[in-house]
């Protein structure tokens, strides 16, 4: 299995978002008042939305050759915040855009969880 590509680059960690799934539990009302909860799955993916600043042309390359060659296939990815490696796979392709220079970019991407197993 394939590893995301650790460029240099400025991830921006106000706008990093580590998501559960809104689908994982229904819950219904009951006419006594109480919520009927039903778990609908017992693993809840997190999803994982990053934003990286100040890339440069080469690593923007680097990145969108790793998105071709792995865009519909599970990958490992390392989360910065708490340095843990997920199984995770693309939610959607890479947005990007010139962050304010000439072959400077800021790139979005947005992965989810395919295995409940980690690495710390």
Sequence with gaps: ????????????DKTFRDEKSD????????????P?????????AITFTRDLRFVSQAN????????????DVPFYWTNEQDNIQYEVGFVNKP???????KEIWKIIY???QTSS???P
């Design 36 to 44: 009927l909860m039903n778990k609908l799955f017992t693993f809840d």
């Design 117 to 119: 197993n980690t690495v």
């Design 60 to 71: 923007k390359l680097t990145i969108m050759t790793f998105y071709e060659a792995n865009k």
């Design 23 to 34: 689908e994982a539990v229904l819950i219904e009302s009951m006419a006594s008042g109480y």
């Design 1 to 12: 299995m394939n590893t995301f590509p650790h460029t240099i680059h400025a991830p921006d």
């Design 95 to 101: 947005e990007c855009a010139s962050d304010g220079e």
């Design 110 to 112: 947005k992965v989810r």
